[in-house]
C-alpha cells in the first residue's frame, strides 16, 4: 500500500523559512516523480513544485520560483521542499503526490506575524 | 499559464440521479506525445483529493463504474451516472500536458 507522510509544517513568520519532508513507503521511491500541491485554508489546489525521480528535473510555479527548492532523497524515500522568504500568501495544507496519483494527508504551514 | 474553468460552481443534486461537470481549457490539452493529460480529482470534506480519472476517460483502481470523463481538446466532462451520498464534495479537474500543471476552481457536489 503506498503512503506518503508530510511532516514539518507549522508556525512561521513572514521572511521565515521551514522544510517539508514527506516519508514515502510500499512503492520504488526512485522510479516515480514526486509533487508538491498546496491549498489555502477553503480555497482550490495549486500545483508548487514537482521533480523526475532521477532528481534531475525539476518545475515550480512562479509564484514559489527562487523561494522553494524541491528535492529527494532516494537513499531514504524522503521528498522535501525547502521553503525560505515565506510570505503570508504561503499560507496553505501542503500535500505530498506520488506524480498525481497518491497523496498524502497533507501538513501545514501558517504564515503570519 | 494554462486556464481551466468549471462549470456549474456548484451542483446540488438528488439522490439516485445523475450529475455532469462541464471543464475547458484554455488551450488544447493535447501533449506532444499524442496524450491528453486531463484528470479529474474528487476531494471530499476534511479528505484530501483522491485522482478518480486520468487521461480523459480512465478510471483509477477502486472508483465505481458511475463515475466517467470523456471530451477532447479543450472541452471535457465528468459524469456521475447516479449520485449517491459518498459522492459528496468538491471535484476539480486538472491539466497535466503543459506546466505549470493546474487544476479548475472545483465544482462543489452536495445533495438537495
Known amino acids: 500500500e503506498v503512503q506518503l507522510v508530510e511532516s514539518g509544517g507549522g508556525l512561521v513568520q513572514p521572511g521565515g523559512s521551514l522544510r517539508l519532508s514527506c516519508a514515502a513507503s510500499g512503492f520504488t521511491f526512485n522510479n516515480y516523480a514526486m509533487s508538491w500541491v498546496r491549498q489555502a485554508p477553503g480555497k482550490g489546489l495549486e500545483w508548487v513544485s514537482a521533480?523526475?525521480?532521477?532528481?534531475?528535473?525539476?518545475f515550480y510555479a512562479d509564484s514559489v520560483k527562487g523561494r522553494f527548492t524541491i528535492s529527494r532523497d532516494n537513499s531514504k524515500n524522503t521528498l522535501f521542499l525547502q521553503m525560505s522568504s515565506l510570505r503570508v500568501e504561503d499560507t496553505a495544507f501542503y500535500y505530498c503526490?506520488?506524480?498525481?496519483?497518491?497523496w498524502g494527508q497533507g501538513t501545514l504551514v501558517t504564515v503570519s506575524s | 499559464d494554462v486556464v481551466m474553468t468549471q462549470s456549474p460552481l456548484s451542483l446540488p443534486v438528488t439522490l439516485g440521479q445523475p450529475a455532469s461537470i462541464s471543464c475547458r481549457s484554455s488551450?488544447?490539452?493535447?501533449?506532444?506525445?499524442?496524450?491528453?493529460?486531463l484528470n479529474w480529482f474528487q476531494q471530499r470534506p476534511g479528505q484530501s483529493p483522491r485522482r478518480l480519472i486520468y487521461?480523459?476517460?480512465n478510471r483509477d483502481s477502486g472508483v465505481p463504474d458511475r463515475f466517467s470523463g470523456g471530451g477532447s481538446g479543450t472541452d471535457f466532462t465528468l459524469k456521475i451516472s447516479r449520485v449517491e451520498a459518498e459522492d459528496v464534495g468538491i471535484y476539480y479537474c486538472m491539466q497535466g500536458t503543459h506546466w505549470p500543471w493546474t487544476f479548475g476552481p472545483g465544482t462543489k457536489v452536495d445533495i438537495k
Open positions: 487521461k480523459v476517460s
Open positions: 503526490a506520488r506524480v498525481d496519483t497518491d
Open positions: 521533480l523526475s525521480g532521477s532528481g534531475d528535473e525539476k
Open positions: 488551450q488544447s490539452l493535447v501533449h506532444i506525445d499524442g496524450n491528453t493529460y
